[in-house]
């Protein structure tokens, strides 16, 4: 078990900064979620962690000692990857043993801990099968076993469930997650799905072009992104634009959007916050923000509603909202609405 | 036409093409233990010719050599061929598309041509003619054909099992040994068998550089058959036939050319 510090850390190819001047904690025992879009340097920054990559500037840290120059072998990592990378010429049983074997473990041990892991990782009596003969969960419950055998400081992640169709993932997230609960270990992973990063990790970064944008528990981060790409990145966001005011943001045909910081020229609100009724007026009401439009698309998708709604004042990219589908009644295309939302719910961002 | 025919007429084309490979080759090893020296029927079981091979040193002295050049040329050229292919697959270097050009007109070029060029150039620098003129021949002749054959095998080869290793806790000499190597072995396997066949199949080549005296044995066989064919070649053939063959099932037996289960 391990404290991972990161701090400061660089990487340039040629003109291109794959990483520029990150630093992070990743807390004992702590399942952590880097995320961003492909090409951001989250990869890149778990490839840093596990030793693969050298950074050209910055420390990183096992426990407060200095790691940058031990090699990938040294490091006391274990390492899940997306294609789960199991060794083709090998059983499963090997497979798990392959880590304590080079270690020269006494042959008792390998195969007490193999059993343990098999048992852990729920493949009881698959130790002789090759990995080629097992499906997709089960490819990757062997490769969690095979990491995680030799007791690794740090646990690294890299996007661990990207191969598995949308069921199976779902379960293993569950599973993921308990099974790094049990064993307390610090796990890293990396994804671009956010809805996997807010399920599993206990904090996470959201990572762009190379820099940290936003670090924090999911719902936090959820809730209260810093800038557009963090509220963009993590689900739908509608965008709030204008002139600052006292109370909020003030639209470019002047109603007045009141933010939950205050004075802002760039505000969000998820989907999710905004009640769709019958159209009222506008303006600032009893804590409430309200705006109307027009619906221009009604999308049943059987639990819920997705509305989009062209709102004038907000130029031509849609508002969005997400309603629960609890009553029979709803707007079709063309009807006038109201949007209310509370003002606690508009939050201020850097563009 | 209905199925069974259809299939009737693939078992009777397999059987002609499975005919024309092996006949010329089924009725060769017939007459090595025929009585006549001439072909003559009724064929009448001797082991004459194996006796008087036995007793031929030249052939055997020529056998012996050819043996040592394609054992030799195979372990030099399988090792210098997977560490090029090796160099191929996990490293950029300036010139690389180049000399992967530069490896297949070998392949194309007349061996009659090479082997002049050879002749040539080792005069010139003073290498001259021998059996070691020979093994360098056949290494460089089997080169290319090594590089292909493991090369095929690298491609196939996901290096992120060798970094999975490496986060597993094996050193570099560990990754190579119990990943990189048994993986890419049968590729290795075919390569050097693929080496060893072209050395001892090698005939112009070993005929250019061979001085008075000292031949291999396709060269020894090409100048017996001038001086008029005798039975004893037959012999030797089916011997060598038979060992080749063997060598192959074997590795057949144990190696799954061309992937995993």
Same mark, same amino acid.
Request: charged content about 15%.
């Given at each position: 078990m391990s404290r991972v510090e990161v701090t400061g850390v660089a990487k340039r190819y040629g003109a291109v900064a794959a990483l520029d001047g990150v630093s992070l904690t990743f807390e004992d025992g702590e399942f952590f979620g880097l995320l961003g879009p492909s090409g951001s340097g989250k990869t890149t920054l778990l490839r840093m962690i596990a030793g693969f990559i050298? $950074? +050209?500037?910055?420390?990183?840290?096992? +426990?407060?000692?200095?790691?940058?120059?031990?090699?990938?072998?040294?490091?006391?990592? /274990?390492?899940?990857?997306?294609?789960?990378? @199991?060794?083709?010429?090998?059983?499963? &049983?090997?497979?798990i043993a392959f880590g304590l074997d080079v270690r020269a473990t006494p042959r008792a041990d390998v195969a007490h801990r193999v059993e343990e892991l098999l048992d852990f990782v729920q493949l009881e009596g698959l130790g002789n099968r090759k990995p080629a003969a097992l499906s997709g969960g089960q490819q990757q419950r062997v490769a969690l076993a095979r990491a995680l055998a030799p007791r690794p400081k740090v646990l690294l992640l890299d996007e661990p469930l990207g191969a598995l169709d949308r069921k199976l993932r779902q379960e293993m997230q569950v599973e993921l997650k308990e099974i790094q609960r049990s064993i307390g270990i610090t796990t890293i992973f990396v994804t671009h799905d956010q809805e996997e990063a807010l399920t599993l990790s206990d904090r996470i970064a959201i990572i762009d072009r190379g820099k940290l944008v936003q670090v924090g528990e999911p719902r936090a981060v959820y809730e209260r992104p810093r800038n557009l790409f963090a509220a963009r990145f993590l689900g739908d966001a509608n965008v709030l634009e204008g002139a600052a005011s006292g109370e909020g943001v003030r639209l470019a045909d002047g109603t007045l959007i009141a933010v939950a910081g205050g004075k802002a020229t760039l505000a969000v609100v998820r989907?999710?916050?905004?009640?769709? /009724?019958?159209?009222?007026?506008?303006?600032? +009401?009893? /804590?409430?923000?309200?705006?109307?439009? #027009?619906?221009?698309?009604?999308?049943?998708?059987?639990?819920?509603?997705?509305?989009h709604i062209r709102v004038p004042a907000l130029g031509s990219s849609p508002f969005i909202a997400f309603v629960q589908n609890r009553t029979a009644s709803a707007y079709g295309v063309g009807d006038t609405v109201s949007l209310s939302w509370p003002v606690a719910d508009t939050v201020a961002v850097a563009p | 036409m209905r199925p069974e025919s259809i299939d009737r007429l693939g078992y009777g084309y397999l059987g002609l093409i499975l005919a024309f490979l092996y006949l010329p080759i089924l009725v060769m090893m017939a007459m090595a233990f025929n009585r006549s020296p001439l072909y003559e029927l009724p064929f009448t079981f001797d082991l004459v010719w194996f006796k008087a091979l036995s007793n031929n040193a030249r052939l055997i002295d020529a056998s012996i050599n050819s043996l040592w050049i394609a054992a030799v040329n195979a372990v030099i050229a399988t090792v210098l061929g997977t560490l090029v292919a090796y160099a191929f697959a996990r490293y950029e270097f300036p010139g690389k598309q180049v000399l992967r050009l530069l490896l297949l007109p070998p392949i194309a070029i007349p061996w009659l041509i090479i082997g002049t060029s050879m002749l040539i150039f080792f005069f010139w620098t003073g290498i001259g003619r021998g059996l070691h003129a020979i093994l360098l021949g056949h290494v460089a002749l089997s080169l290319p054909y090594v590089i292909v054959v493991v090369g095929a095998r690298f491609a196939a080869f996901d290096p992120v099992l060798? #970094?999975?290793?490496?986060?597993?806790?094996?050193?570099?000499?560990?990754?190579?040994?119990?990943?990189?190597? $048994?993986?890419?072995? $049968?590729?290795?396997?075919?390569?050097? !068998?693929?080496?060893?066949?072209?050395?001892?199949?090698?005939?112009?080549?070993?005929?250019?550089? &061979?001085?008075?005296?000292?031949?291999?044995?396709?060269? #020894?066989?090409?100048?017996?058959?001038?001086?008029?064919?005798? $039975?004893?070649?037959?012999?030797?053939?089916? @011997?060598?036939?038979?060992?080749?063959?063997?060598?192959?099932? !074997?590795? &057949?037996?144990?190696?799954?050319f061309g992937g995993e289960r």
């Open positions: 050298e $950074p +050209d500037e910055g420390t990183i840290a096992f +426990d407060g000692e200095r790691v940058e120059q031990v090699p990938v072998h040294k490091r006391g990592i /274990g390492m899940v990857f997306q294609s789960y990378a @199991l060794f083709p010429h090998m059983t499963v &049983a090997q497979n989907p999710e916050k905004v009640d769709v /009724g019958a159209a009222t007026a506008r303006g600032v +009401d009893g /804590g409430s923000n309200r705006l109307t439009g #027009e619906v221009r698309q009604a999308i049943f998708s059987g639990a819920s509603l997705t509305y | 060798e #970094e999975a290793a490496a986060t597993a806790g094996a050193s570099p000499v560990q990754v190579f040994t119990r990943i990189t190597l $048994p993986l890419l072995a $049968p590729g290795i396997i075919a390569a050097a !068998l693929f080496a060893f066949a072209v050395s001892f199949d090698q005939f112009v080549i070993s005929y250019f550089l &061979a001085p008075p005296g000292i031949s291999t044995l396709p060269v #020894e066989i090409y100048t017996a058959i001038r001086k008029g064919f005798t $039975p004893e070649i037959n012999a030797i053939s089916t @011997l060598i036939i038979l060992v080749s063959m063997g060598l192959m099932l !074997l590795v &057949a037996r144990n190696y799954r």
